[in-house]
């Protein structure tokens, strides 16, 4: 329907938003992307909440040099929609560079307010080539 199809082009728009954010290190930005019961699974297996994972990126601690999504797909379903996709970035951790390679998933949620946040992400790493 015009309705998904709509809200899929929204997920996408806002996954690119959410990618852009990450690049320019607008935390404000981004912090109204999350959702406050956020659960973001990295592909080491380290899983913060909303305020942990923004607070990594506040201190420095985490931050992304080279970003960048492919082969996105996008389910809509009621009120939410789930992105799967390809991740390639190369990000500081702790001071060292580190090239990251994964597949990942991402659940968007509408809320009572209309506006679409990210609920859960959970990465994947793929084995280095």
Known sequence: SDLTMGNANLVLA???L???????DDLS???GLLADDLVYVHSTGACDRKDSYLAKLSSGSLRYL???????????????AVVSGR??????KDGQR????????????????????????????LPAT
């Not at 991740?87 to 500081?92: E, K, L, Q, R, T």
């Not at 990251?100 to 790493?125: E, I, K, N, Y």
């Open 66 to 80: 080279e970003l960048n999504f492919s082969e996105l797909h996008v389910q809509v379903l009621q009120q939410s």
């Open 87 to 92: 991740m390639a970035a190369v990000i500081m």
């Open 14 to 16: 806002l996954e690119e």
């Open 18 to 24: 959410r990618r852009q954010t990450l690049l320019a």
């Open 98 to 125: 580190k090239n990251v390679a994964s597949l990942f998933m991402t659940v968007w949620g509408c809320g009572a307010d209309g506006a679409w946040r990210l609920h859960a992400h959970q990465g994947t790493p």
């Open 29 to 31: 930005a981004l912090h």
